[in-house]
Each structure stands twice: as C-alpha cells, then as structure tokens.
Nanobody, 122 residues
Framework: QVQLVESGGGLVQAGGSLRLSCAASGRSYSAYAMGWFRQAPGKERESVAS????????YYVDSVKGRFTISRDNAKNTVYLQMNSLKPEDTAVYYC???????????????WGQGTQVTVSS
C-alpha cells in the first residue's frame, strides 16, 4: 500500500512554470512506477507522464513533450512534475498515482493522490 499527497499547484500566467510534488508513504515505494494524470472540467482524465521505479525510463504524452519533466527521488519518497511554458489548456486537477509498471494508461495504477489544482491564465 502507498499513500500519495500532491502539492505545488496554483495559479500561473501562460508561459510560466510550476513544480508539482507527490510525497509517498508506505511500503516498497521504489518498486512502483509512478504517473501524473490530469482532469480538466468536463473532460476525461488523461495521462501526462510516467516514470519507472528506478527512474531510468520516462514517458510523456505528446502535448507536454519538451515542456514537462517527470522525475523521482526515491531517497525522499517523492515524485516531481516540472511544468514549463504552461498554456491555458494545461489547466486541470493534477493527480499522481502508483502502479505496477510504467505506462501512460491508467490500468496499472492502483493508488492515487487527492489531486492539486493547476490554473493557467491567458
């Protein structure tokens, strides 16, 4: 079991940056792949980025490639999402999740955080 708590969301103007953090507690955190997902009002939840347990493999959805970076510090039991060049369409509630293998799909992820709001103004 892993418990996850996101932080770092807020209001930022287009072109700005934010860094989201996901603090984990529980057993065998480093064994899990981690992902970031987001859900905008009226839209389905979508994948943003994922990272393997060791941090050696990362994946991004096309819309954020070159702008977002996922990373993890297993010594601190924390996963990060650095978001640069933010656009209004990035506005959403962002969730982190832990799962059994790295993927941009939701299926492998069994534990989810509560979410943190990111709002990007024009």
């Amino acid at each position: 079991q892993v418990q996850l708590v996101e932080s770092g969301g807020g209001l930022v103007q287009a072109g700005g940056s934010l860094r989201l953090s996901c603090a984990a507690s529980g057993r065998s955190y480093s064994a899990y792949a981690m992902g970031w997902f987001r859900q905008a009002p009226g839209k389905e939840r979508e994948s943003v980025a994922s990272i393997s347990g060791s941090g050696s493999s990362t994946y991004y959805v096309d819309s954020v490639k070159g702008r977002f970076t996922i990373s993890r510090d297993n010594a601190k039991n924390t996963v990060y999402l650095q978001m640069n060049s933010l656009k209004p369409e990035d506005t959403a509630v962002y969730y982190c999740a832990a799962g059994y293998y790295v993927s941009l799909a939701t299926d492998p992820y069994h534990w989810w955080g509560q979410g943190t709001q990111v709002t990007v103004s024009s």
